[in-house]
T-cell receptor, first 110, second 113 residues
Framework: RKEVEQDPGPFNVPEGATVAFNCTYSNSASQSFFWYRQDCRKEPKLLMSVYSSGNEDGRFTAQLNRASQYISLLIRDSKLSDSATYLCAVITGGGNKLTFGTGTQLKVEL | NAGVTQTPKFQVLKTGQSMTLQCAQDMNHEYMSWYRQDPGMGLRLIHYSVGAGITDQGEVPNGYNVSRSTTEDFPLRLLSAAPSQTSVYFC????????????FGPGTRLTVL
């Protein structure tokens, strides 16, 4: 079983839609969680950290469910500019390794 | 600040050749790492370093060497290139992994023929 798993998509949604991604992790000792955004042929960039109590940044909401070992990302009012691949990442290996999921591709359409 | 820089941007090698991918950061970050990204496989950690003089293996270290003689530089060496090493390589750095944002370089696209 992979340490971090994501549905690869693609998720094709109309502009204005709400879309949610989930990411599961296998190591119950994992402590830190993140969502990254990667545009085509570019480097990943941090979108937001995921805190135990959940956190929101504008149209983006991240949540952590430790009991079921998954994190989620909710995007409200999708924009064309949100089209990208969203990668979840988990700190493993005693705190020195950041393990990524394979990414979920989002395409927002007119 | 230039952030994280990588050279070269593109490289084509023949099987068996060796080369070094350069990575440098000017943010005084202690933690640096190398990933490779392949279609359907996501980002996989090759090697990482928590400070000058300290390196450790990630998920896929075979065929690669690293060193960290300075805080700023973290080169990745391919000892004898193989077609399986065709990939996009990203270098990343942060002050402390997990507590601070990890910044990625623009990547090196490597093709091994």
């Amino acid at each position: 079983r992979k340490e971090v798993e994501q549905d690869p998509g693609p998720f094709n949604v109309p502009e204005g839609a709400t879309v949610a991604f989930n990411c599961t992790y296998s190591n119950s000792a994992s402590q830190s969680f993140f969502w990254y955004r990667q545009d085509c042929r570019k480097e990943p960039k941090l979108l937001m950290s995921v805190y135990s109590s959940g956190n929101e940044d504008g149209r983006f909401t991240a949540q952590l469910n430790r009991a079921s070992q998954y994190i989620s990302l909710l995007i409200r009012d999708s924009k064309l500019s949100d089209s990208a691949t969203y990668l979840c990442a988990v700190i493993t290996g005693g705190g020195n390794k950041l393990t990524f999921g394979t990414g979920t591709q989002l395409k927002v359409e007119l | 600040n230039a952030g994280v820089t990588q050279t070269p941007k593109f490289q084509v090698l023949k099987t068996g050749q060796s080369m070094t991918l350069q990575c440098a950061q000017d943010m005084n970050h202690e933690y640096m790492s190398w990933y490779r990204q392949d279609p359907g496989m996501g980002l996989r950690l090759i090697h990482y370093s928590v400070g000058a003089g300290i390196t450790d293996q990630g998920e896929v270290p075979n065929g690669y060497n690293v060193s960290r003689s300075t805080t700023e530089d973290f080169p990745l060496r391919l000892l004898s290139a193989a077609p399986s090493q065709t990939s996009v390589y990203f270098c990343a750095s942060s002050y402390v992994l997990g507590l601070n944002e990890q910044f990625f370089g623009p990547g090196t696209r490597l093709t091994v023929l």
